[in-house]
């Protein structure tokens, strides 16, 4: 008789590999006066009239469930919104989908499109969850691996390199977590060409749209011919300061947005009404909050790179997100010897840029979306750690 015991697990989620960023961070909260880099979450608190809004939803009785799909009051904001700021123009009544944040919107969008065998191209370095999603649906995410010399910009031809029989989507992030690089016009209208001649579908996750800092945002959909072909995934958790209430949405063609809705009523119903109520607020009167909290963050980030530089540090100047990208190669150190050395001795909690792909390796992942007072203590700390391998 065997001895083996029995497992009941799936094979797919027994082979995924649990998140790099948590690890350091469950170490970290056993540990006193951390400053932590790492986490992907606003500062800020979330604006108040954005608050009293759903008080007032609260107030009003606005506690049962709403449409699947999302309150058509704020289907129809995001529309607006997405019009007026992007130019691309979506259907509130079919074309739009409000999730519980955006990384529901990826989960529905990618289990609505994959066929088990599909291939989906992952741009990395990447946001940890893309290509475990992918498996999860019963996909093969493909890495394409972009560099630094490029800025981590992707090139087409990575793309048509990559390309088989299979190939049925691509993921782009825009701007970028985590290098926080931005893709203009210029450089998207080529992507689209290679996207058009190979019949792909683009999940375009732009929920940094509103965090760029040096140059007009471009939305991918907007481009000629690819609002038919692109699924658009956004929300309100980084630009809006509102991570805590999961609320984001996806945009995109009618057949694939209602196969998104399918899957959505049988897991999740509908997403929490008081935060639609408040999301319609942030839309229609948290423009002034964004803008101030976006100045806040390009003054962050560019004391963060002049830091890294000073210390020797090559670091690309990010277009967008809140986040930094530096090389630690200089210190002869993996990225995740760095992260843990510098966690245990400095006590500085950043990720290790090898989690987010193998082009990831040699780099680091730093959040500044934190004060400033903790921003200079944290670059002190650092600048310390790193001095003692240039002795």
């Known amino acids: 008789m065997s001895t083996k015991q029995k497992t009941y697990l799936s094979k797919t989620v027994e082979q995924l590999k649990p998140s790099g960023i948590r690890r350091f961070f469950e170490l970290a909260s056993t540990m006193d006066n951390v400053i932590s880099l790492g986490v992907g979450e606003p500062d800020f608190v979330t604006p108040w009239n954005v608050i009293e809004a759903s008080y007032h939803a609260l107030e009003q009785g606005y506690t049962a469930y709403t449409a699947n799909a999302g309150m058509i009051e704020l289907r129809e904001e995001v529309s607006r919104y997405l019009k007026s700021n992007y130019e691309v123009e979506y259907n509130p009544e079919n074309e739009l989908i409000v999730t519980v944040g955006a ?37 093969f995410p493909v890495p394409v691996q972009t560099d630094s010399k490029d800025a981590f910009k992707l090139q087409p031809e990575q793309i048509e390199k990559t390309i088989t029989s299979k190939t049925k989507a691509i993921i782009l992030c825009n701007p970028n977590n985590p290098t926080g690089t931005v893709l203009g016009k210029e450089e998207l209208i080529k992507i689209a060409s290679v996207v058009e001649k190979y019949d792909l579908i683009v999940l375009s996750d732009e929920i940094y749209a509103e965090l760029t800092y040096d140059e007009e945002f471009t939305s991918f959909p907007s481009i000629k011919r690819m609002k038919e072909r692109t699924i658009l995934i956004s929300g309100f958790s980084k630009a809006f300061a509102m991570t805590g209430w999961r609320l984001g949405y996806a945009a995109g063609p009618k057949e694939i947005i209602q196969a998104m809705i399918k899957i959505h009523q049988y897991t999740i119903m509908s997403a929490p009404t008081m935060a639609q109520h408040a999301a319609i607020e942030a839309l229609t009167n948290g423009e002034r909050s964004v803008r101030e909290m976006k100045k806040s963050y390009r003054q962050r980030r560019n004391f963060v790179v002049h830091s890294f530089h000073e210390m020797g540090l090559s670091c690309h100047i990010p277009g967008g997100a809140f986040y930094v990208f530096p090389s630690i190669s200089e210190t002869g150190l993996t990225s995740e010897e760095f992260a843990e050395q510098l966690l245990r001795k400095e006590k500085v909690a950043v990720v290790p840029g090898n989690v987010f792909g193998k082009s990831g390796e040699g780099y680091i992942r730093c959040s500044y979306a934190t004060s400033m007072k903790q921003l200079e203590e944290a670059m002190k700390r650092i600048a310390r750690f790193v001095s003692e391998f240039k002795k």
């Open 103 to 139: 990384s529901e919107a990826i989960d529905l969008a990618l289990r609505a499109i994959i066929n088990p065998g599909d291939e989906v191209i992952v741009v990395e370095p990447s946001f940890v969850a893309y290509s475990p999603i992918v498996s999860l649906a019963g996909g």
